[in-house]
C-alpha cells in the first residue's frame, strides 16, 4: 500500500508541486511575513512552464538561464513602465526579444511564456514595492524550486523515467489485446484500423517521451539507469513484434474457418497483455518481476501452424508470439543496441538568432503571435481603464497551446473552472473563516487540484480559482471586490487567445499534411534501404524503424488535428485518411522487415538490388505526385517491373512483405493523385513545391 502512495505519478506529482508552493507559506506564516510567502509562492508558476522541473544532465545551468530571464523580464517590465511606454510596446519589445529561445532548443522554447507570466505578475506588483524587490523574489523563489526539486529528484532519482516506462508498457498491452481482440474484423481497414492507429501512435509517442528522457539525464553514463536501459530495449524488441501485420485478410479469414486459431491467438494475446500490464506495476512501484512461461499459449500456436503449412498465418504469429515469449520470460532484449542515437537539436545563440530573424521562422511567428495578443490586452485594458490588466494577459498565456485543437479545449476548461471556481470563492468570503482554516483549506485544495490536473484540467481549474481568490483576499483583504472583474477579465483573454490561434498566422495541420507525409515517405525509404542493403547493422536498422514509426505518428497526429479544424476540406482530408491507412500498413511491413534482416533471412544480392530498385520507384512516384502542382495519371510513371514478375515460384516472407510494399504505395499514388485535385485552393496549398 505504501508503495503505491509513494510512487504512484499523480501523488507523488501533486505532493512534490504543492509543498514546493506551500512549504513558503508555511515559512512566511511562523515568521510574521504571510504576504511575502504568498508572493513567493508565486515563482513555481513560472518555473513549471519553463520546465525547470525537468530532470536534466544540465539542471542547474538551466535553473541559472531561467532565474536571468525572469528577474531581467521583472526590470526591464518596471524600468520601461518608469518611462510612460505603453504596455503594448513594451510585451512587444519583450516578446520578440525572448522568442529566440523556441530556435535554440524546444526545451528551452519553454522558457518564452515562463518568462511574459514573470513580467506579467511583476506588473502587478510594480508600484506597490521598490524594484529590486520582485527581482529578489524571482532570484530567490527559482533558487528555492531548483534546490527543492533537484533533492526530491536525488530521493526518487528513477521515478519520472519509471513513470514513462510503465506508461509504455501499459500501452503495449492495450495496443496487443486490441490488436488480436477481434481478428476477422480487420478485414474492412476503415473500421478496425483507426482505433488501432490510435493505441499505435500512443506507444511510440511513449518511446520518443523515453528517448528524449534518456538523452536528457544521459543515462547511458550512469550505472544506476543500466536496469531501465534494459527495460527500455525490451520495450522496443515488444513493440517492434506487436506492432507487425502479415496482412492477408483472406488467409486469415480461411485459418479461422478451418480451425480455432482466432480462440488461440486471442489467448496469446491476452496472456501477453496481462504480463505487460503487470511488469508495469512491477516497474513503476520498484518491484522484482516473478517467473513467467507461456509454453501452452506458444504451444498451441505451433501445433496449427503444423496443422496448416500452407496457410502462413498460424507461422507468422508463432513466430512473433514465440519471440515476444522469449523477451518476457528473460526480461532481457532480444540484441543490445545504441539507445543514444538521437541527439536533441541545439542551436548555439548566434545561430539561432539568424534563424530567428528568417520570415520562415516557426519561432519568430509564434513570438510575433503571442506579440500581437499581449498587445490587444493592453489595449482592451485601456478600454476597459484598467491601468495593468494583468489577468487578461495571464489568462492568455496559460490557454495558449501549440496547435487549435489543444487550445479550444483548454480555453473552454479554463473559463468553465474559473467561472466554478469564482462562484463558489465568492459565496465562501461571505462566511468570513479564520485563517487557520483558510490556510488549511487552500492546501487541501492545492493538493487536490494537482491530483487531477493531468486527466482534469477544467476541475482543476476551479481548484486553482478558488485559491486564487483567496491569495488576492490574505493580501489586500479585498478578494470580493475582484470577483466580478477577474471573471470579465478571464472571458476577454480567452476570446483572444482564441482569435489569435485562428486569425494571427495559424499553423492549420491540415496544411502541413502533404510536407508530413513527404517526410514520412523519405524515412520509409531510407528503411529500406538499409533492410535490403549487403550487410543491415542491427542499431542503425533499430533506430531507422522508429524514425519510420515516428515520422507516420506526426503525419497521423496532424491528420487527427487537421479533421477538428474550423472550415477544413472534408473531401480532401478523407482522401488522405486513407492515405494514411496505406502509409500504417507500410510501418508494419517496415517493422516485420526488420527483424527478418536482424536474422538475417535475406534475399540474393540481384533480387534484392531489383526490389529496392521498384521500392524506389515506387516512393518517387508518390513523392512527386505530392510535391508538384500539376494534373497527373495514376500510370504516369511506369514501376520498373510488374511486382508478379520480380520472382518465380515460392515467395520468402521477406518478399511478401515487399510485395504488398510496392502495392500500398501504388495505391496511395493513386489516392494522392485525387486527394490533391479535392485541397483547398488558397494559402498554403497553392504552393507548387514543398519547402525541405
Known sequence: MWRRLIYHPEINYALRQTLVLCLPVAIGLL??????????????????????????????????????LFAGSSLAVQLLLAEDLPLPLIFTMLTLLLGVTAEISALHGRL???????AIFTLSLAGNMPVWEPLLIYALGTLWYGLFNWFWFWMWREQPLRESLSLLYRQLADYCEAKYSLLTQHADPEKALPPLLARQQKAVDMISQCYQQLHML??????????????????????????VSLHQPEEVQKLVEQTHAEQVIRWNAQTVAARLRVLADDILYHRYPTRFTMEKQIGALEKIARQHPDNPVGQFCAWHFSRIARVLRTQRPLYTRDLMAEKQRRLPL???????????SAALRNAARISVMLSIAGLMGSALHLPKPYWIMMTIMFVTQNGYGA??????HRAAGTIAGLVIAGITLHFHVPLGLTLTAMLLITLVSYLIIRKSYGWAMVG?????????????????????????????????AFGGMVWLWPQWQSGLLRQNAHDALETDQQAIRLILSDDPQPTPLAWQRMRVNQAHNALFNSLNQAMQEPGFNTRYLEDMKLWVTHSQFIV???????????????????LAQRYLQSCEIALQRCQQRLEYDGPGESGDVNILEAPETLTHGPM????????????????????SSVAWRQRPHHGIWLSRRLNH
Open 218 to 243: 544521459a543515462a547511458n553514463q550512469h550505472n544506476d539507469y543500466k536496469r531501465l536501459l534494459r527495460v527500455f530495449q525490451v520495450a522496443l524488441d515488444l513493440q517492434e513484434h506487436i506492432s
Open 588 to 606: 508494419e511491413h517496415i517493422n516485420a522487415m526488420t527483424t527478418l534482416a536482424r536474422e538475417h533471412t535475406m534475399l540474393t544480392p540481384e
Open 652 to 671: 520468402s516472407t521477406l518478399e511478401q512483405h515487399l510485395q504488398r510494399v510496392i502495392g500500398h504505395l501504388n495505391t496511395m499514388h493513386t489516392i
Open 31 to 68: 515568521v510574521g511575513h504571510l504576504q511575502q510567502g504568498l508572493l513567493f509562492s508565486l515563482v513555481p508558476a513560472c518555473c513549471n512552464i519553463a520546465g525547470l522541473d525537468t530532470p536534466h544532465k544540465r539542471f542547474f545551468k538551466r535553473l541559472i538561464i531561467g532565474s536571468c
Open 112 to 118: 518564452l511564456p515562463a518568462s511574459l507570466i514573470a
Open 407 to 412: 487550445t479550444r479545449v483548454r480555453i473552454v
Open 350 to 360: 548566434l545561430p539561432a538568432l539568424k534563424s530567428y530573424l528568417s520570415l520562415k
Open 464 to 496: 486553482f480559482t478558488i485559491t486564487a481568490v483567496y491569495s488576492l483576499q490574505l493580501l489586500t483583504l479585498n478578494g470580493e471586490e475582484f470577483i466580478v472583474a477577474r471573471l470579465i477579465d478571464t472571458l476577454i483573454g480567452c476570446l483572444i
